[in-house]
């Protein structure tokens, strides 16, 4: 069977997409006390680019919480992500019936939660890391502020009681820095309490990458035909 010298350029485009060094991470992590489990379908509400295959985690209470403080807890495509601060309590039923994700929360008063990210050093630079933070409590006053940090990259946003219950952070792969951090404090809203409810993070291929992902099937169909 012989190729055509199209199919050779496709081809050879197809091995240099598949070698190159692309991470499609992609998680989530559901903080809960016994009021529902959200599935990654909820998370994609905020976030249309997390795959649907997602890795799932529940976090249970706050014994679950300080569980995954510990040195590669939990794993997910490369990354590793731990826990950090030490919840005060579980949260409540929102009753709000805005998202399974804030419907059950772990809080800090007076303090922070968050989470650190290893692993990036092997995401493609350009490539885009989407960090979403839902964190809310039960009544007005109860929000959270949320701070993202990638390298020198520092963005923060601020959750909103009963209209804004997650903040959605986006950061560009640079291939060298390796942490992701995220830390839950306590709002504006006066309650000084850090609610904490679930976390997604997906990683999005930059377009030539995903040009090239896109030849190389084309190629494969091609040869598959000769």
């Avoid at 012989?2 to 692309?22: D, G, I, P, R």
């Avoid at 997602?54 to 495509?77: K, V």
């Avoid at 009963?162 to 820095?177: C, I, K, L, N, R």
Wanted: hydrophobic share 40%.
């Amino acid at each position: 069977m012989k190729m055509n010298k199209t199919s050779n350029c496709l081809w050879s485009a197809a091995v240099l997409a598949f070698s190159s060094q692309l991470v499609d991470a992609a998680f989530v992590l559901n903080f809960n006390e016994n009021y529902g489990t959200a599935t990654v379908a909820d998370f994609q509400v905020a976030d249309a680019a997390l795959d649907a295959g997602a890795d799932l985690f529940n976090i249970n209470g706050e014994d679950d919480f300080n569980a995954a403080r510990g040195a590669g807890a939990l794993t997910s495509g490369g990354l590793t992500i731990e826990t950090t601060g030490a919840p005060q309590n579980d949260g409540f039923d929102t009753g709000l019936g805005l998202s399974p994700i804030v419907e059950g929360n772990l809080y800090k008063t007076g303090g922070n939660l968050g989470l650190t990210i290893t692993g990036l050093s092997s995401v493609t630079s350009g490539q885009t890391v989407v960090l979403t933070a839902w964190g809310i409590g039960d009544s007005a006053n109860q929000d959270t502020a949320f701070t993202g940090t990638y390298g020198a990259d520092d963005q923060s946003g601020n959750t909103t009681f009963s209209s804004s219950p997650y903040v959605q952070f986006t950061f560009t792969a640079d291939g060298s820095t390796d942490t992701l951090t995220l830390v839950a404090a306590p709002g504006t809203g006066g309650q000084n309490r850090s609610h904490f409810s679930g976390v997604s993070l997906s990683v999005v291929p930059e377009p030539s990458s995903s040009a090239l992902l896109g030849l190389g099937g084309l190629a494969l169909i091609l040869r598959r035909r000769k």
